[in-house]
Nanobody, 131 residues
């Protein structure tokens, strides 16, 4: 059974950091593009970042570029999202998702973080940035 499980969310003050994890079971993450999405109350789900295994490339939404870093540990079958310099507007439920239709995050750019490309989703983890 294909399953993605996010963890690492929580409450953090503005300027703080969190590291989210996305652990896969039932399939090998290395065969897929993995992306992080987020959804704030009353807003649509939006793509945050993507990493592809074919070329090791990444893509970031403009508002998180330079603050967030996506990475993968194939030995642990896990993808991470390191989030630094967090802002209140980063508050959302964060989801990871997998796709076998995205070959290069660099080449596809913003298309790599479109929800329609992704078939497997985790249950989400809450991130709250507040003083």
């Amino acid at each position: 059974q294909v399953q993605l499980v996010e963890s690492g969310g929580g409450l953090v003050q503005p300027g703080g950091s969190l590291r989210l994890s996305c652990a896969a079971s039932g399939f090998t993450l290395d065969d897929y593009a993995i992306a992080w999405f987020r959804q704030a109350p009353g807003k649509e789900r939006e793509g945050v970042s993507c990493i592809t295994s074919s070329d090791g490339s990444t893509y970031y939404k403009d508002s998180v570029q330079g603050r967030f870093t996506i990475s993968r540990d194939n030995a642990k079958n896990t993808v991470y999202l390191q989030m630094n310099s967090l802002k209140p507007e980063d508050t959302a439920v964060y989801y990871c998702a997998a796709s076998n239709r995205i070959t290069s995050a660099r080449a596809m750019g913003v298309l790599s973080i479109i929800t329609g490309w992704y078939d497997a989703w985790g249950q989400g983890t809450q991130v709250t940035v507040s003083s």
